[in-house]
């Protein structure tokens, strides 16, 4: 009896910035993973990562905060451009990715996210998952989803600073 292999449902990370990015997340939460309970960890985590993550989403500019459906939203220009969902810390966040959704997706931590938005380039990451990248690379992942959502003015202003 021959048994048939499992396709995955995520798409494969193919470039080499994707695999580098897929191996830092990986290796930041085996990192996090590896200290033993009871020490103090000096580095932001992204398991308290909703107020780091949110100011930065709050400091692009002409970015506010909106709390539609009860949660908290980053907009410009009336349009949302992060969810960082409901509740401290947050347990997730869902940004529109263009270049990176292909390299998000590929982590066991982000899935499309749901309402449709998937087929848009949405993605939801799950903050508590041991394989969530590092505050860094959410960082990077927030300024895609404003530059994709931002008018152009906006993505030359920041790209100025």
């Known amino acids: 009896m021959v048994k048939a292999k499992r396709a995955s449902s995520a798409p494969k990370a193919t470039s080499a910035r994707a695999k580098t990015t897929v191996a830092t997340a990986k290796k930041s939460a085996s990192k996090r993973a590896a200290k033993p309970k009871g020490t103090a960890v000096v580095e932001t985590t992204t398991k308290?990562?909703?107020g780091p993550l949110l100011d930065y989403a709050l400091s692009l500019p002409e970015?506010?905060?909106d709390h539609p459906w009860g949660?908290?939203?980053a907009k410009v220009n009336k349009k949302v451009f992060?969810?960082?969902?409901?509740g401290s810390p947050a347990k997730s966040l869902s940004i529109k990715l263009g270049d990176?959704?292909?390299?998000?997706l590929a982590l066991p931590c982000a899935t499309p996210t749901g309402y449709g938005l998937g087929k848009s380039g949405w993605?939801?990451?799950d903050l508590l998952h041991k394989s969530c990248p590092p505050i860094e690379i959410l960082r990077e992942?927030?300024?895609e989803s404003f530059c994709n959502v931002a008018p152009?003015?906006?993505v030359k202003a920041l790209a100025a600073t």
């Open 152 to 154: 152009k003015k906006l």
């Open 100 to 104: 990176n959704a292909d390299i998000a």
């Open 141 to 143: 992942w927030i300024q």
């Open 63 to 65: 970015a506010y905060e």
């Open 48 to 50: 308290t990562a909703k």
């Open 123 to 125: 993605v939801s990451i």
């Open 82 to 86: 992060a969810f960082f969902g409901v």
């Open 71 to 73: 949660e908290s939203v």
